[in-house]
Every structure is written in structure tokens, then in C-alpha cells.
């Protein structure tokens, strides 16, 4: 009964790696189609908006078109699609199938007694160790000077992989040796989206939504400001103090600005000849100064 139910296991994880797999690479060689075809926007108004690129494409009866920004859209929608579920899924599928095939059956796919008799495991810490150290050592050489030339950082991502390869073979038996192999480059790639792509676009959408809510305070404090002590333009103030108007930020749930004009007017003649942040820090922020947010 156990050899039906791991068979059972076996197929359902293999066909669930092999689909997510498609579905992981077929995105990246979308995108690098789509990015391959952009064309300059035809309507002014899209370029005027900070689009830099645009496709139109017809499928399955319909059609679609995409656009790419140069830097970040004005608004950011509420719901992004984040195309990361096929990698780690894929990966996820590909460990499980790994572990239950040459894991759970190590005397049979993974140890060939010919080549290395270790045992069970032994054998599998071994296997453990290659696909992790695999990415470390692949990190730790993207973040070495060898990385600044593109030549020599693939010269010595070349010798690693063979000598990679050779090792495995040293170790495991032939079929054991290549799927441990496919394992250490899949999660080296996937490592790659989890640590280094995902949070990247994070920090991307978090500083688009983060310039968005300057622009909004920086209005926001502007027309207070014109309508209560009639400033012609408060950056003005800022750039003849020597501070940029980016430098600070008002999160709008902690603003605390005057309710009354005529304190305003009174605080702003007190602290005429003073930093004009400083007095934006006490009146707007009451102490929460974020440089560079």
C-alpha cells in the first residue's frame, strides 16, 4: 500500500512541478519579448504621463495593451500582479519531488556504492549541502569585484558549474548526481527572486508611493500656507534656506499643522530669520523628522 501511495505522490508533484515550471518560464520569456517589442506611445498624453514604452497585441479573440513606465505611474493601483508564485512553486514541487524520490529512496537514485559508499545520511546532508552552498557561494561572488566585469564573473560562474558537476559525480550516482545538479542551479534562480528581485520591486513600489505622498503633502501644505499667511510659494523659503523641499515629509496621519491663521502668522514672523524646515518639523510634524523618506 505505501509503494501505491508514493506512486500516487510521485505523479501528482511531478505534473504540478512540470506545469508551474512552463508557467514560471513562459512569463520570463514574455516579458522579455514584451520588452523587446515596446514602441514609443503614439497618444501624447501617454507620454507626458512617463510611459516609456507600449505594445498592442491581439489573442484569443481579444485585445491588449500594455504599457511600461520609465520611472513609476503618478498613482499606484491598489492591486499589482507579482509574478514570483511560479518560481517558488516550482521550486517548492521540485524539492518535495526531489526529497521523496532521491531522499526517501537514497540507496536505490541517489548512492551507487561503485562511486562513494556513504550512507543514507550521509548521503542526503551531503546533497542538502551542495544546493545550499550552492547559493551562497553564487551570492557571495555577485557581491565580490569579480562581478564588475561581466567577462570574467562568467569565466568564473563557468569553472564553478563544472566543477560543481564533476563534483557531484564524485559523490552521488549518475542519475543523483544531474538532478542534484538541475537542483542547485533552480534554487540558485529561485534564491535570485526571492533575496534579490521581489524585495527589489518592493523598495521600487514603496518609493513610488512615497513620492506620490511628498507631491500630495507638499500641495497640501502649499495651499494652507497661501491661504493663511499668503506665502507666494513655500519651496521658495526652503530654497533660499539651503534645503531641498524632498529633504522632509508630513506622513498625512501625523500632521498636526496650526488650526488658527493668526497663530500661524504669528509663528511664522517669530521664526522669520529660522530654518523654515525646523519650523515645518514643530508645527507640521511635531518632532517626526524623516530626511530622505
Known sequence: ME???????????RWLHVITGVAWIGASFYFIWLDGHLESPQDPADDEKGVGGEVWSVHGGGFYHAQKYKVSPAKIPER?????????????????????VYWYGAEVYLIDPAVADVSAPKAVSI????????????????KSPLAR????????????????????????????????FGAVLG???????????????KKMVAAAAIARVIRDDQQSLRDGLRSCVQLADPDRHIARRGAHP???????????IVSSCRDRHRNYRRNRAGDYTTRTRRHCCRGIFRPGA
Open 187 to 201: 534554487t540558485i534562480m529561485v534564491a535570485n527572486v526571492f533575496f534579490v528581485i521581489i524585495p527589489g520591486q
Open 149 to 180: 566585469d561581466s567577462r570574467v564573473f562568467a569565466g568564473v560562474l563557468f569553472a564553478l558549474t563544472g566543477l560543481l558537476a564533476w563534483g557531484l559525480c564524485q559523490v552521488f550516482s549518475g542519475r543523483g548526481a544531474y538532478i542534484h
Open 3 to 13: 509503494g501505491y501511495i508514493v506512486d500516487w505522490i510521485n505523479l501528482l508533484v
Open 80 to 100: 499589482l500582479h507579482w509574478f514570483k508564485w511560479e518560481a517558488y512553486t516550482t521550486w517548492m514541487s521540485g524539492i518535495f519531488l526531489t526529497a521523496l
Open 246 to 256: 524632498h529633504l522632509f515629509r508630513c506622513p498625512p496621519q501625523r500632521q498636526r
Open 127 to 142: 546533497a542538502i549541502a551542495f544546493i545550499v552552498g550552492g547559493w551562497l557561494v553564487y551570492d557571495l561572488l555577485c
